[in-house]
């Protein structure tokens, strides 16, 4: 069974500073894997699909790598900003088709 | 629609009552998932349709549980006798095919009381 880690689970960040945000997963065998963002009450907002052939993905302030072999992802967010605060969800696709999930990093920061 | 369009958007139904969530997916959006979000917990798996393919039902936490979809249309999840731990958000999402981009909703916040 796919086990899906993400660290740290909550985080406080000064406005401007670059966001880490790591997710590990247990099963490399993975098609590929999604970052979602989620605010309080509300569902889940894509935010970078990155498919197992690829290294990484960018899109504007977001840069996701992919190290399939070793069960590691990473979101970068550059110059973060105080709407940038919400929880940050990795999820792998393995060959059963179905999306695991971690249970998120929390980010709060702080203007 | 532009989006995967969830409804109700919240329900507080009362234990033992039944209840029907609906999903209407992106159009052409062949495959289709039901998560559950508990308070604090985790996205937990539900259901995944693909298609006319059988759907994959391996996450329904008990007979209580059931979906269906017609087609690559709208999907209703039919939760029987309700239970106080049935309340949560239960979300949707579509893809255009098993291994593309997943699109969710906003989620159903259920009550159970």
């Known amino acids: 069974k796919q086990e899906v880690t993400q660290i740290p689970a909550a985080l406080s960040v000064p406005e401007g ?12 065998a993975i098609y590929n894997l999604q970052w979602f963002r989620q605010d309080p009450g509300k569902g889940l907002t894509s935010l970078l699909l990155i498919q197992s052939s690829q290294r990484e ?11 399939k072999s070793s069960g590691r992802s990473t979101l ?3 110059a973060s900003q105080p709407g940038d605060s919400a929880t940050y969800l990795c ?21 | 629609g532009a989006g995967v ?4 958007s919240n329900k507080v139904t009362e234990k033992g009552k039944d209840v029907e969530l609906r999903c209407d997916p992106i159009s052409g959006h062949t495959a289709l998932y039901w998560y559950r979000q ?12 693909q298609g006319n393919s059988a759907p994959d039902k391996s996450g329904l936490p008990s007979d209580r549980f ?25 979300l949707c999402a579509s893809s255009v095919a098993w291994d593309t981009e997943a699109f969710f909703g906003q989620g159903t916040r259920l009550t159970v009381v």
């Open chain 1, 17 to 28: 500073e670059n966001l880490v945000l790591n997710c590990s997963f247990t099963d490399s």
């Open chain 1, 57 to 67: 993905q960018t899109s504007g302030r977001l840069n996701a790598s992919l190290d």
């Open chain 1, 76 to 78: 970068y967010i550059a």
């Open chain 1, 91 to 111: 999820a792998v696709r393995g060959g059963n088709n179905r999306l695991a999930f971690g249970k998120g990093n929390q980010v709060v920061v702080i203007p």
């Open chain 2, 5 to 8: 369009s969830q409804s109700p």
């Open chain 2, 38 to 49: 508990r308070l604090g917990q985790g996205l937990e798996f539900l259901i995944y349709f």
């Open chain 2, 66 to 90: 059931s979906a269906e979809r017609t087609g690559e249309s709208v999907s209703t999840l039919t939760i029987q006798r309700t239970q106080q731990e049935d309340s949560a958000v239960y």
